[in-house]
């Protein structure tokens, strides 16, 4: 069979499908992995989905994937042959990793993190780096050294961020998988905004080693699919105890999937008023109402709960992220690696160069707010406070999860807005991951799966569930997928 012969509805498949096909000899790793080659170079001077492109190492691991598949080495996997990307703040051995910054451009890691290694072991074919905001500080991915993401829905619209590459790479049929990296909303938001899944694991639950820091007490990696059970197959795959970072569970690894068919006819959902925010548009409103409609239709038990806490969670979030980017940002000094300079006079006056003119004015604002919060005299007044509060979010999570199996709530209070609109107003960009950072705060697993249309552009609906009850919100997500099948939707780009 030819490349050409090959009918192109294969870029909307979901990772099952396409593994259903290799299965039949419909396909080859290295076929799928050509067509969505072409798909990306006739794409990416819309979309910009791509920092970097490995072509001929993802042809490479997909002719290796064909021979696994065919009986030769290792059992293949779910994910055996099937075409990612990966977010450009994920350590890749022999491959620029730049986290969207000037000031680690050229950067070559001499390692792959554990995520990118647990991927190669399963036989995945990693197309390429994905775009971001820089240092995942964003949530428009308009804040990238290499240019904004354009979403696929409307490309004079942002993806959301930070993870905007991922989210525009899998609603696009760029790959059928992302992975991305979670702070305060970043895989789910852009999930939400571009029309496709996204889930944030519990914290611990998948190694951040290879992960370039941003808030460590706050980030996680997960994937970006089409569909539920390909989110639950990317997380059997990336999840895994780690020596290496500290924070790794030593959790039972069960399947994820393994309730993913049971409905949620008896579940108790909680519906927490305080994520209705005013200022939510009319049309995701409406959307999550009827959303509301759809699991009561389906044997749910919905009621009302009040999380108060939730209204000083986007405070908390931003003295805590700052802080620790502040910490984790202060490696970067022109001198181990990264963008430097050989003329400055003095070692301060080139670390001062370096950042000067590598760091892009929204991590210098973070850098610049966290150095505040953790100076003499104001530590205990900002960071500690903050981190007391954390500790009541946390408590009123668990207060909350003693009655109710998962909540669900809006996962952004807005549709995709305009490139431009919000990049020079702070407070507005910030106040778009209102539903999402309580969730990282807590350490808690959330997915955010489609939930409708509002004028032509995707909504999302957010699952939340209590530490390690990842199976929990991905046996919800997916009867409520079944039920609605809005993940079949794909922009026509």
């Given at each position: 069979?030819?490349?050409?012969?090959?009918?192109?509805?294969?870029?909307?498949?979901?990772?099952?499908?396409?593994?259903?096909?290799?299965?039949?000899?419909?396909?080859?790793?290295?076929?799928?992995?050509?067509?969505?080659?072409?798909?990306?170079?006739?794409?990416?001077?819309?979309?910009?989905?791509?920092?970097?492109?490995?072509?001929?190492?993802?042809?490479?691991?997909?002719?290796?994937?064909?021979?696994?598949?065919?009986?030769?080495?290792?059992?293949?996997?779910?994910?055996?042959?099937?075409?990612?990307?990966?977010?450009?703040?994920?350590?890749?051995?022999?491959?620029?990793?730049?986290?969207?910054?000037?000031?680690?451009?050229?950067?070559?890691?001499?390692?792959?993190?554990?995520?990118?290694?647990?991927?190669?072991?399963?036989?995945?074919?990693?197309?390429?780096?994905?775009?971001?905001?820089?240092?995942?500080?964003?949530?428009?991915?308009?804040?990238?050294?290499?240019?904004?993401?354009?979403?696929?829905?409307?490309?004079?619209?942002?993806?959301?961020?930070?993870?905007?590459?991922?989210?525009?790479?899998?609603?696009?049929?760029?790959?059928?998988?992302?992975?991305?990296?979670?702070?305060?909303?970043?895989?789910?938001?852009?999930?939400?905004?571009?029309?496709?899944?996204?889930?944030?694991?519990?914290?611990?639950?998948?190694?951040?080693?290879?992960?370039?820091?941003?808030?460590?007490?706050?980030?996680?990696?997960?994937?970006?699919?089409?569909?539920?059970?390909?989110?639950?197959?990317?997380?059997?795959?990336?999840?895994?105890?780690?020596?290496?970072?500290?924070?790794?569970?030593?959790?039972?690894?069960?399947?994820?999937?393994?309730?993913?068919?049971?409905?949620?006819?008896?579940?108790?959902?909680?519906?927490?008023?305080?994520?209705?925010?005013?200022?939510?548009?009319?049309?995701?409103?409406?959307?999550f109402e009827a959303s509301l409609k759809t699991l009561e239709d389906l044997g749910a038990n919905i009621s009302e709960i009040s999380l108060p806490l939730t209204d000083h969670a986007l405070a908390v979030y931003y003295i805590i992220a700052p802080s620790e980017a502040s910490a984790n940002l202060s490696r970067y000094d022109g001198v181990k690696y990264g963008l430097g300079t050989l003329d400055a006079p003095t070692s301060a006056r080139a670390t001062e160069t370096a950042r000067g003119e590598g760091f892009g004015d929204e991590v210098k604002r973070r850098i610049l707010l966290g150095t505040y919060a953790l100076s003499a005299g104001y530590y205990d007044a900002y960071y500690k406070k903050a981190q007391q509060v954390r500790t009541l979010i946390r408590r009123e999570f668990t207060d909350a999860?003693?009655?109710?199996?998962?909540?669900?709530?809006?996962?952004?209070?807005?549709?995709?807005?305009?490139?431009?609109?919000?990049?020079?107003?702070?407070?507005?960009?910030?106040?778009?991951?209102?539903?999402?950072?309580?969730?990282?705060?807590?350490?808690?697993?959330?997915?955010?799966?489609?939930?409708?249309?509002?004028?032509?552009?995707?909504?999302?609906?957010?699952?939340?569930?209590?530490?390690?009850?990842?199976?929990?919100?991905?046996?919800?997500?997916?009867?409520?997928?079944?039920?609605?099948?809005?993940?079949?939707?794909?922009?026509?780009?």
């Amino acid at each position: 069979m030819t490349t050409q012969a090959i009918n192109s509805d294969i870029y909307f498949l979901t990772a099952r499908d396409l593994r259903a096909k290799f299965d039949a000899r419909e396909i080859s790793s290295v076929e799928a992995t050509r067509l969505i080659l072409d798909r990306i170079a006739s794409l990416e001077p819309k979309l910009n989905s791509f920092i970097t492109i490995t072509a001929e190492r993802a042809l490479a691991a997909a002719e290796l994937a064909d021979q696994r598949l065919r009986g030769s080495g290792q059992e293949p996997t779910t994910l055996t042959g099937i075409p990612v990307m990966v977010k450009d703040n994920f350590s890749t051995k022999d491959v620029e990793t730049t986290a969207a910054s000037k000031i680690l451009k050229g950067y070559i890691p001499p390692y792959d993190g554990t995520v990118v290694s647990n991927l190669k072991d399963a036989g995945a074919v990693i197309l390429g780096k994905g775009n971001l905001d820089e240092f995942a500080m964003g949530s428009s991915n308009e804040t990238s050294a290499y240019g904004p993401v354009h979403n696929p829905w409307d490309t004079d619209r942002v993806p959301g961020g930070s993870s905007g590459g991922a989210g525009a790479g899998v609603a696009a049929g760029e790959c059928f998988i992302a992975f991305g990296s979670d702070t305060g909303g970043s895989i789910r938001q852009p999930a939400a905004l571009c029309g496709v899944v996204g889930m944030k694991p519990t914290y611990g639950l998948v190694s951040r080693y290879g992960l370039l820091a941003f808030g460590s007490s706050l980030d996680q990696i997960g994937p970006l699919t089409r569909s539920v059970a390909d989110c639950a197959d990317a997380l059997n795959v990336i999840s895994s105890h780690d020596r290496r970072d500290s924070t790794s569970v030593a959790a039972p690894f069960d399947d994820f999937a393994r309730d993913i068919d049971q409905g949620v006819a008896g579940m108790n959902i909680g519906v927490p008023k305080e994520y209705l925010v005013d200022g939510i548009e009319p049309g995701v409103r409406e959307a999550f109402e009827a959303s509301l409609k759809t699991l009561e239709d389906l044997g749910a038990n919905i009621s009302e709960i009040s999380l108060p806490l939730t209204d000083h969670a986007l405070a908390v979030y931003y003295i805590i992220a700052p802080s620790e980017a502040s910490a984790n940002l202060s490696r970067y000094d022109g001198v181990k690696y990264g963008l430097g300079t050989l003329d400055a006079p003095t070692s301060a006056r080139a670390t001062e160069t370096a950042r000067g003119e590598g760091f892009g004015d929204e991590v210098k604002r973070r850098i610049l707010l966290g150095t505040y919060a953790l100076s003499a005299g104001y530590y205990d007044a900002y960071y500690k406070k903050a981190q007391q509060v954390r500790t009541l979010i946390r408590r009123e999570f668990t207060d909350a999860f003693l009655k109710f199996d998962v909540l669900v709530t809006p996962t952004s209070p807005n549709t995709a807005f305009k490139i431009g609109d919000k990049i020079n107003d702070p407070f507005q960009m910030y106040m778009n991951d209102v539903c999402t950072i309580p969730v990282n705060i807590a350490g808690l697993p959330s997915i955010s799966i489609p939930g409708g249309m509002s004028d032509g552009l995707p909504v999302g609906l957010q699952f939340i569930g209590p530490q390690f009850g990842d199976t929990a919100v991905i046996r919800a997500a997916s009867a409520y997928e079944r039920a609605t099948g809005w993940h079949k939707n794909h922009p026509l780009i």
